[in-house]
Nanobody
Framework: QVQLVESGGGLVQDGGSLRLSCAAS????????MGWFRQGPGKEREFVAN????????YNTDSVKGRFTISRDNAKNAVYLQMNRLKPEDTAVYYCAVSWYSNPKSEAQWHYWGQGTQVTVFS
């Protein structure tokens, strides 16, 4: 059974940093795309970043470009999200997801999801 477990969320001041981790288990993820999504209070879930199977191609949504970095460690079945210069509008539950599509275009193409980790940025 595939499981994704996020960690690393918390309370941080405006301008601070956090590093989220997602530990995957249940099968090999070395051929899968992995990604991060978030859902802020009163908002729909939105895409944040994804990374291809080899880690050499990443994509970030515009609002986090230059501040967030996604990376992965296939030996550890893990994906990370380094979040710098955090803003109050980054406050959300952050979800890890995995897809066996090479370039997933919609949420429907992400096969498994974690339970989420809360990130709260205060000013």
């Amino acid at each position: 059974q595939v499981q994704l477990v996020e960690s690393g969320g918390g309370l941080v001041q405006d301008g601070g940093s956090l590093r989220l981790s997602c530990a995957a288990s249940g099968r090999s993820f070395s051929s899968a795309s992995m990604g991060w999504f978030r859902q802020g209070p009163g908002k729909e879930r939105e895409f944040v970043a994804n990374i291809n199977w080899s880690g050499d191609t990443t994509y970030n949504t515009d609002s986090v470009k230059g501040r967030f970095t996604i990376s992965r460690d296939n030996a550890k079945n893990a994906v990370y999200l380094q979040m710098n210069r955090l803003k109050p509008e980054d406050t959300a539950v952050y979800y890890c997801a995995v897809s066996w599509y090479s370039n997933p275009k919609s949420e429907a193409q992400w096969h498994y999801w974690g339970q989420g980790t809360q990130v709260t940025v205060f000013s």
